[in-house]
């Protein structure tokens, strides 16, 4: 492989302070006699030559779908990258909890709502339920139900990137399929159709649903078998290393940073090889 071949030269002979930079290696697969992209640390002598190296990357990508595109589906993270919230979770929840008798403060939320949310999501209502009542200190069942309710609302969210409809929109119509990989629960679908942005995807893999949360590659396995295409053929934007970015990469995706390798869809987009 040239590409590893010109990596492996570098590293014997760079005398350089070495910049650790994230790239691809191939190895053959058995059943396809092709490559399969897959992803590791490397090192590398000059910062400057990380450029070089991803473009020979690109083009190697472009290489096994006729010259165009690097990827042929687009998988993305919900909360971080797609959406944010439009305001802080603690002030929400302090605002929301005053009616129900709440006295802490948005640092002592903050704090307890972190420790209620160390342990995965799960499928159960119950679970989310226990975990509001931790935060809060608070049983009544109406406030959360309010507090619940509110988050499936178009209020309580807004889009990273404003220009996202028009960039899926561009990458759909060069035939990459696209969809959200979330740890989420059941409220995400009807979210999304909230905000009116459903139609912008051709699936939805939610953890609650899936059973499994990234970095778990099940779920991005799942969102690839919706999508109709193999783990090799698609790239994870997110903007959790750990739940992203490693997550995507054990089950065979590549995966960039948001916030770091990209920092928008329309730069998610020109690395795909789409313009828009």
């Given at each position: ?117 160390e342990q995965p999501w799960g499928r159960s209502r119950l679970r989310k339920i226990n975990a509001i009542c931790y935060t809060e200190g608070c049983t009544d069942a ?9 988050y499936m609302t178009e209020k309580a969210w807004q889009l990273c990137d404003p220009n996202a409809e028009k960039v899926f929109q561009a990458l759909r119509k060069a ?102």
């Open positions: 492989m040239a590409t590893m071949s010109r990596i492996s030269r570098a590293l014997r002979t760079s005398t350089t302070t070495t910049t650790t930079i994230l790239t691809s290696r191939f190895s053959p697969t058995r059943n396809s006699g092709g490559a399969r992209p897959y992803s590791a640390e490397v090192e590398v002598g000059h910062a400057g030559s990380m450029g070089y190296w991803l473009k020979d990357y690109e083009d190697y990508r472009r290489s096994l779908y006729g010259g165009k595109i690097t990827h042929k589906a687009l998988l993305v993270d919900a909360v971080g990258t797609l959406l944010v919230p439009a305001q802080s979770t603690a002030q929400i929840y302090r605002q929301i909890g005053e009616k129900y008798g709440v006295k802490y403060s948005e640092d002592e939320i903050l704090s307890r709502y972190r420790r209620a949310y109406q406030y959360f139900e309010e507090l619940y309710n509110y035939g990459v399929k696209v969809a959200v990989v979330s740890n989420f629960d059941t409220r995400l679908k009807p979210l999304l159709r909230a905000l009116n942005c459903d139609h912008w995807f051709d699936a939805v893999a939610v953890s609650a649903e899936v059973a499994a949360e990234k970095p778990n590659p099940i779920i991005f396995l799942k969102a690839c078998d919706l999508l109709g295409v193999k783990p090799e053929d698609a790239v994870h934007v997110g903007d959790d290393r750990r739940n992203d970015i490693w997550g995507a990469r054990d089950a065979g995706c590549d995966a960039w940073l948001w916030g770091s390798d990209v920092h928008s869809f329309k730069e998610v987009a020109q690395r795909i090889g789409v313009q828009v």
